[in-house]
């Protein structure tokens, strides 16, 4: 009798010593102000450590690297024309992701058309005045992705010494991929990094359940309603959106958006007003996000076509101004 109670004991026995000495997870917060937004980052951990320190300073290098806004990045003195400058290797990640996606979409994305985002008034310095054929055509020539280069030495090399590059539409992408890294490195596997809309998600919160993102909707009013709310998990999102800064045609009544043509250097329509991207990494998810709004819709069904490997959520204009939606079959599988 006394042998038949005893392997239940030790049964429980043990079971409870596992269950206590499994570790707890703990929900960390993170949040501030960063290249010009704010950013908002929850991670789970152990031990509860801040790192708050060694985040900010991998903001700081990045800013340092590519912030075409700080005078003394290295991105600043290569469009200043100093052909000195080194770069680093976070420089070369976003350059190496940069000319996948211009190659992938034909120019489409061209980080050398700084010079017209400048020119156009989007950009850090001021707008240029009595812009006609003739001026932009001439400003033209330093743009093109081939007409620059990284030596095997690190320096950056372009054929115009008038040629700016501008990563803005992909650097704040891949910041939230170098905080991701980071995370990785530091045995973190359960996290959520937002700036500026964008995210990263790995794992899944405290609760157990997926990381939920809210898209904001189109129609909205001061208290930015939202047109969807996605679960997340192990994936980046990114969103470019210009619907609060859209035009009204006087003729016909349509609702568009301006956006640079790469090809010509003159605005162009546009009848994406926002489009979200999930891909494996942000850097690619925040540079097709602003790729797609140059794109147009039919051109963007297009591309997603041939590249399943990139999910997306499109809100757009019809031919009557009204708001649509279209979405990938596993984007739409992922909202509420």
Request: hydrophobic residues 35%; aromatic residues 10%; charged residues 25%.
């Amino acid at each position: 009798m006394l042998k038949k109670t005893l392997a239940p004991i030790l049964f429980l026995s043990v079971l409870f010593s596992s269950c206590y000495n499994e570790p707890r997870l703990v929900e960390n917060s993170l949040a501030g102000y960063v290249i010009g937004t704010t950013y908002h980052i929850k991670y789970l951990s152990e031990d509860g450590k801040n790192y708050q320190q060694q985040i900010d300073s991998i903001y700081d290098v990045i800013v340092k690297s590519m912030s075409t806004y700080d005078p003394s990045s290295d991105i600043s003195k290569i469009n200043k024309g100093d052909t000195t400058i080194i770069v680093d290797h976070m420089f070369i990640d976003v350059y190496k992701t940069s000319e996948k996606i211009w190659k992938e979409t034909d120019g489409i994305f061209d980080p050398t058309i700084g010079i017209m985002v400048n020119a156009w008034g989007f950009g850090p310095t001021g707008q240029l005045n009595n812009l006609d054929k003739v001026k932009v055509n001439e400003l033209m020539k330093t743009v093109g992705f081939d007409k620059t280069r990284i030596l095997p030495s690190g320096i950056f090399q372009k054929d115009y010494l008038g040629t700016q590059i501008d990563f803005n539409a992909i650097a704040k992408g891949y910041t939230l991929d170098r905080v991701a890294v980071f995370f990785n490195q530091n045995g973190i596997n359960n996290y959520l990094i937002e700036i500026g809309g964008e995210i990263v998600a790995k794992g899944i919160k405290i609760d157990g359940s997926k990381w939920r993102i809210g898209i904001d909707d189109p129609n909205q009013s001061e208290d930015r309603p939202l047109t969807a709310i996605v679960d997340i998990t192990d994936k980046a999102m990114a969103t470019s959106g210009n619907y609060r800064r859209f035009r009204i045609d006087s003729l016909t009544g349509e609702k568009y958006v301006h956006t640079i043509n790469t090809k010509t250097g003159f605005t162009s329509r546009s009848n994406i007003l926002s489009a979200s991207v999930m891909a494996e990494n942000c850097a690619l998810a925040d540079g097709y996000a602003t790729t797609f709004m140059a794109m147009g819709l039919e051109n963007t069904k297009i591309f997603l076509d041939k590249h399943p490997e990139l999910e997306a959520y499109l809100i757009y204009t019809d031919e009557d101004g009204n708001w649509k939606k279209y979405m990938t079959k596993e984007f739409s599988l992922s909202l509420e």
